[in-house]
């Protein structure tokens, strides 16, 4: 635990300086250790920023030649079969509610994973051994934003890699420096532990997240799908690396 305030306390000391946007007025934050009773506020969080990707998602499914043939081709051929333009019509937002609950569902999934593995006991995953840890940024004695890491497997050469995890901030609180004061306690603590370098994966159409990934100095390595499941919603991830040097 005194590595932890260690953490806590370097990071208290640059809170500000890495805002968004210096020169939008910003709500005073600290970022610091999850606490016990930030649970609830945490799940809402992490379920809220995770869901909130949906509609970015059916957005993308929409723009697949599969969707197109499918809102093309549905009521084209119902109509053929039953020379009805109503049915042919009525055919078209029921189409588009499954492809709807189709761009939803992976999300939803993955929510629900995390919450029965890492996500139902916090502590447990992320204090349990030293290696990995939990941040909150607060504002106004109201938890706004998470973040969390552990390692992953050793990279080529026995390199020591940290994955990045669950970063999302409230949306009344973005552009307010928090997402990367967040990202800062990361590289902080990968520094403090003698990482290599710090992992992580996000949407494709996550523009604001590579935006700020990229100002801090990660480069995508690739893109990919991270499990069958996103194969099949066709909805890749960028994958980014940072190195993290000697000292920050």
């Known amino acids: 635990m005194a590595e932890l305030d260690w953490v806590t306390a370097n990071l208290l000391s640059s809170i500000g300086s890495i805002g968004e946007d210096a020169e939008e ?10 606490q016990d009773q930030d649970r ?25 030649p599969r969707s197109f043939l499918l809102l093309l081709g549905g ?9 009805s333009v109503l049915l042919a019509l009525l055919a078209l937002p029921v ?16 929510v629900d994973h995390a919450l029965d593995t890492d996500m139902r006991d916090i502590r447990k995953s992320y204090f349990s051994d030293g290696r990995s840890c939990f941040w909150v940024a607060e504002s106004e004695g109201q938890v706004v934003g998470i973040v969390c890491t552990c390692p992953v497997q050793k990279g080529p050469g026995g390199r020591k890699h940290l994955e990045l995890l669950h970063l999302s901030v409230k949306s009344e609180h973005r552009g307010q420096g928090i ?6 306690a990361v590289l902080r603590f990968a520094q403090d532990q003698k ?10 159409f996550n523009y604001p997240a590579q935006r700020v990934y990229e100002q801090m100095g990660f480069w995508k390595t690739h893109e990919a799908f991270e499990s069958l499941m996103w194969r099949i919603a066709a909805i890749p991830f960028l994958y980014y690396e940072y190195s993290v040097p000697s000292s920050l």
Do not use: C
Request: proline share 5%; aromatic share 18%.
């Open 75 to 83: 009521p084209g051929a119902l109509f053929l079969a039953s020379g």
């Open 25 to 34: 007025s910003m709500a005073p934050y600290q970022i610091r250790i999850y």
């Open 40 to 64: 609830e506020a945490v799940i809402d969080i992490f379920t809220k920023g995770i869901l909130y990707h949906v509609p970015s998602a059916f957005s993308h499914q929409l723009k697949q």
């Open 95 to 110: 189409l588009l509610a499954f492809l709807w609950l189709f761009a939803r569902y992976p999300f939803k999934n993955y």
């Open 195 to 204: 990482y290599d370098a710090v992992l992580l994966s996000i949407l494709i």
């Open 179 to 184: 997402a990367k004061s967040l990202t800062q």
